[in-house]
C-alpha cells in the first residue's frame, strides 16, 4: 500500500525556519520523483519544487528560490522541506506527492500520482 504522510508544520514567525517531513511506505523515495505543493485558501494548488533522479531539484516558485530545499533520508525512506526565510505570504497547507513518473519532474498536479494528507503552515508577521 502507497502511503505518504507529512508531519512539522505549525505556527511560526515571519523569518523563522520549518522542516516538513514526508514520510513514505509502499515504495522508495529515491525511485521516484517527490514533489512539494502548497494551497493557500481561495487559491489553486500549485507546485513548489520537485526531486528527481535526471532534473535534481525543479523550482515552480520563484518566490521559495533561495529560501526553500529538499533533503531526504534514504534510509528513512523520508523526504525534507527545508523552508527558511518564511513570510506571511507562504501559509499555505503543504502537500508532497509521488510523481507519475520515475524520472521527470513536472509542475502539474495531474503529474503525480499519490498525496499525502497535508499539513498546515501558518506563518504570522
Known amino acids: 500500500e502507497v502511503q505518504l504522510v507529512e508531519s512539522g508544520g505549525g505556527l511560526v514567525p515571519a523569518g523563522g525556519s520549518l522542516r516538513l517531513s514526508c514520510a513514505a511506505s509502499?515504495?522508495?523515495?529515491?525511485?521516484?520523483?517527490i514533489g512539494w505543493f502548497r494551497q493557500a485558501p481561495g487559491k489553486e494548488r500549485e507546485a513548489v519544487l520537485c526531486?528527481?533522479?535526471?532534473?535534481?531539484?525543479?523550482y515552480y516558485d520563484d518566490s521559495v528560490k533561495d529560501r526553500f530545499t529538499i533533503a531526504s533520508d534514504d534510509v528513512k525512506n523520508t523526504v525534507f522541506l527545508q523552508m527558511n526565510s518564511l513570510k506571511p505570504e507562504d501559509t499555505a497547507v503543504y502537500y508532497c506527492a509521488r510523481g507519475r513518473s520515475r524520472r521527470y519532474c513536472g509542475g502539474d498536479a495531474f503529474g503525480y500520482a499519490y498525496w499525502g494528507q497535508g499539513t498546515q503552515v501558518t506563518v504570522s508577521s
Open positions: 526531486i528527481s533522479s535526471s532534473d535534481g531539484i525543479t
Open positions: 509502499g515504495f522508495t523515495f529515491d525511485a521516484y520523483v
